[in-house]
Nanobody, 128 residues
Framework: QVQLVESGGGLVQAGDSLSLSCAASGRTFSRYTMGWFRQAPGKEREFVAAIKWRSGSTYYAEYAESVKGRFTISRDNAKSTAYLQMNSLKPEDTAVYYC??????????????????WGQGTQVTVSS
């Protein structure tokens, strides 16, 4: 059973930055694809970014088009922690951000249903 604990959300102004962290309790963290999703009020949960470890220092990552060039996903397998660095934040980035783990897929998925473990979510609010 995997538990994910998120932190780092808050209230910032447009153009500012935030860094989110996701600490995992699982002992096979390195094998999981780690993803970040977000959900704004009245909208469906949407893919933000995901990262999958290949070998050594080699990782594969994908990003939603809306955050490319602004957000960076990373992971530290030794600490069983995933991160999302968010720069140049916009009001439309306001949402609850969820960390998720995919323990089953052999590929990096951008689909919500592929992820079987979820954090509690952390609120990110960007004011103008």
């Amino acid at each position: 059973q995997v538990q994910l604990v998120e932190s780092g959300g808050g209230l910032v102004q447009a153009g500012d930055s935030l860094s989110l962290s996701c600490a995992a309790s699982g002992r096979t963290f390195s094998r999981y694809t780690m993803g970040w999703f977000r959900q704004a009020p009245g909208k469906e949960r949407e893919f933000v970014a995901a990262i999958k470890w290949r070998s050594g220092s080699t990782y594969y990552a994908e990003y939603a088009e809306s955050v490319k060039g602004r957000f960076t996903i990373s992971r530290d397998n030794a600490k069983s922690t995933a991160y999302l660095q968010m720069n140049s934040l916009k009001p439309e980035d306001t949402a609850v951000y969820y960390c998720a783990a995919d323990s089953r897929s052999t590929y990096l998925s951008e689909i919500y249903s592929s992820y079987d473990y979820w954090g509690q979510g952390t609120q990110v609010t960007v004011s103008s």
